[in-house]
């Protein structure tokens, strides 16, 4: 409130002061006849003006004309600017001639016209004032609604990035409780191994969690945990190729999203073949962008998995992170080779 109120009593000043020194400039650059009380009367005028201004917002604020439509914000404005222009020259008139102050008219005409003369150029002055003040005040509900909406859309892409972040787990921990009960009966022992592999993975997964990126080496930790545990469901089937350029390493990626790439790899592709196949993960440069790679045995048979919600959630994430800026895909490399790809601008 404070800093607003210092806002419009510093445009006041500034206002009036140059409103002050067009006069003066005028009168001693075209006047041909000297005033004796010409600055006193520039005196008194200005600072009614000011009064006369700010009760006239005064007005404004207390009916909240700012608050209603433009047609009728237009007749109000036009009303105030003609009434606070009567009542300013009234005053300036009342004062002049209470103080006995001469102006170049002296009493060669009435009163009445020298308020009708006064009331003019108030008009004309007050027109401004009350032109500069809408516009400020145009514009800053403008720059507040501005903000209001770019908070709202960031608030609305942290409830989503939390929707999204909400699924992954639970999404992922069904999948692995699957694998450890397909070896509970086969393998006990390495049931508990897997349980243990397991709670690795999802105490990571919660340390990253608020998180919006984590570096790359902290996810393939988390990936490498989870391709041990599946290696033990797949076992021979299973071959893991990684391909990382260890300057790739800092770099900030979403996380969960390469866990849940492989994941899908192994649910869509792996899974699907009888004799296994390769999960091949690579992270490299090209250009200005970091390309992280993830490609698996298997086929997308003509279409994308994209009902996959593994799929699904890397494409929704990256849109809202990157501003465009990402790009994923998901292709036939060959004829039995499918790649899915995540490239981002690099950070150096």
């Given at each position: 409130?404070?800093?607003?109120?210092?806002?419009?009593w510093a445009?006041?000043?500034?206002?009036?002061?140059?409103?002050?020194?067009?006069?003066i400039?005028?009168?001693?650059?075209?006047?041909?006849?000297?005033?004796?009380?010409?600055?006193?009367?520039?005196?008194?005028?200005?600072?009614?003006?000011?009064?006369?201004?700010?009760?006239?917002?005064?007005?404004?604020k207390?009916?909240?004309?700012?608050?209603?439509?433009?047609?009728?914000?237009?007749?109000?404005?036009?009303?105030?600017?003609?009434?606070?222009?009567?009542?300013?020259?009234?005053?300036?008139?009342?004062?002049?001639?209470?103080?006995?102050?001469?102006?170049?008219?002296?009493?060669?005409?009435?009163?009445?016209?020298?308020i009708?003369?006064?009331?003019?150029?108030?008009?004309?002055?007050?027109?401004?004032?009350?032109?500069?003040?809408?516009?400020?005040?145009?514009?800053?509900?403008?720059?507040r609604?501005?903000?209001?909406?770019?908070?709202?859309?960031?608030?609305?892409?942290?409830?989503?990035?939390?929707?999204?972040?909400?699924?992954?787990?639970?999404?992922?921990?069904?999948?692995?409780?699957?694998?450890?009960?397909?070896?509970?009966?086969?393998?006990?022992?390495r049931?508990?191994t897997?349980i243990?592999?397991l709670?690795?993975?999802?105490?990571?997964?919660?340390?990253?969690?608020?998180?919006?990126?984590?570096?790359l080496?902290?996810?393939?930790?988390?990936?490498?945990?989870?391709?041990?545990?599946?290696?033990?469901?797949?076992?021979?089937?299973?071959?893991i190729?990684?391909?990382?350029?260890?300057?790739?390493?800092?770099?900030?990626?979403?996380?969960m999203?390469?866990?849940?790439?492989?994941?899908?790899?192994?649910?869509?592709?792996?899974s699907?073949?009888?004799?296994?196949?390769?999960?091949?993960?690579?992270?490299?440069?090209?250009?200005?962008?970091?390309?992280?790679?993830?490609?698996?045995?298997?086929?997308?048979?003509?279409?994308?998995?994209?009902?996959?919600?593994?799929?699904?959630?890397?494409?929704?994430?990256?849109?809202?992170?990157?501003?465009?800026q990402?790009?994923?895909?998901?292709?036939?490399?060959?004829?039995?080779?499918?790649?899915?790809?995540?490239?981002?601008?690099?950070?150096?």
């Amino acid at each position: 409130m404070f800093k607003k109120l210092s806002t419009y009593w510093a445009f006041q000043f500034i206002g009036w002061g140059l409103c002050a020194g067009i006069y003066i400039f005028f009168y001693l650059t075209f006047y041909n006849k000297r005033i004796d009380d010409y600055y006193a009367i520039i005196g008194v005028d200005i600072s009614l003006g000011i009064l006369v201004t700010h009760l006239m917002r005064l007005v404004i604020k207390e009916y909240q004309l700012l608050q209603k439509t433009i047609q009728r914000q237009i007749i109000f404005f036009g009303i105030l600017t003609i009434v606070f222009s009567i009542v300013y020259a009234c005053a300036e008139v009342g004062v002049e001639r209470a103080l006995n102050l001469k102006d170049s008219m002296g009493d060669e005409i009435s009163v009445w016209s020298k308020i009708a003369g006064a009331s003019i150029n108030n008009l004309f002055i007050l027109s401004i004032w009350n032109l500069i003040y809408y516009t400020y005040h145009y514009i800053e509900y403008n720059r507040r609604q501005e903000l209001n909406t770019l908070k709202l859309v960031a608030s609305v892409k942290e409830l989503e990035l939390k929707t999204i972040k909400s699924h992954i787990n639970p999404h992922f921990i069904f999948n692995a409780l699957n694998s450890i009960r397909a070896l509970v009966d086969e393998d006990p022992s390495r049931a508990r191994t897997a349980i243990t592999e397991l709670s690795n993975i999802l105490r990571s997964s919660m340390q990253t969690e608020k998180l919006e990126t984590v570096p790359l080496e902290t996810e393939l930790n988390i990936v490498k945990d989870y391709l041990a545990l599946e290696q033990m469901r797949f076992e021979e089937r299973l071959q893991i190729e990684m391909q990382i350029d260890e300057d790739t390493l800092e770099q900030p990626i979403p996380p969960m999203m390469l866990q849940t790439l492989v994941e899908n790899a192994i649910k869509h592709g792996i899974s699907k073949k009888i004799d296994g196949g390769i999960i091949r993960i690579i992270s490299d440069f090209k250009d200005d962008y970091h390309e992280l790679i993830v490609q698996n045995t298997g086929q997308l048979n003509g279409h994308i998995s994209g009902a996959g919600f593994g799929v699904r959630s890397t494409q929704e994430r990256l849109n809202l992170l990157y501003h465009g800026q990402a790009a994923f895909s998901l292709i036939n490399l060959n004829d039995d080779m499918v790649q899915s790809k995540i490239v981002t601008p690099a950070i150096h």
